[in-house]
Nanobody, 121 residues
């Protein structure tokens, strides 16, 4: 599986950004897709996951109610819609794919290169 993220950049507090992750390779719908993020000096943190083309979604507590993960199966692309941005959302965001899913990095075996999101106050 090859994953390519896009859509990062500079956002303002209270604003919105949308990240995209285009996947190629193994059957998209049979695997879990997720977003993680890593801020400088911090561990990589679970953000959101989606399984089986949208049957199940999960969110980290820090983004619940503000971020939405969804897929376009026809495009083999997973999105992360980020609303009500906060400066603490600043991080490198990584797309991940795996057979098991979940909130742990160990559930994913393929990772994208990451895209920087910076939120100004």
């Amino acid at each position: 599986v090859h994953l390519v993220e896009s859509g990062g950049g500079l956002g303002q507090a209270g604003g919105s950004l949308r990240l995209s992750c285009a996947a190629s390779g193994r059957t998209f719908g049979s695997r879990a897709m997720a977003w993680f993020r890593q801020a400088p000096g911090k561990e990589r943190e679970f953000v959101a996951s989606i399984f089986r083309n949208g049957d199940s979604t999960y969110y980290g507590d820090s983004v619940k109610g503000r971020f939405t993960i969804f897929v376009d199966g026809a495009k083999n692309t997973v999105y992360l819609q980020m609303n009500s941005l906060k400066p603490e959302d600043t991080a490198v965001y990584y797309c991940a794919s795996g057979p098991f899913g979940g909130t742990s990095k160990s559930g994913y075996d393929y990772w994208g290169q990451g895209t920087q999101v910076t939120v100004s106050s």
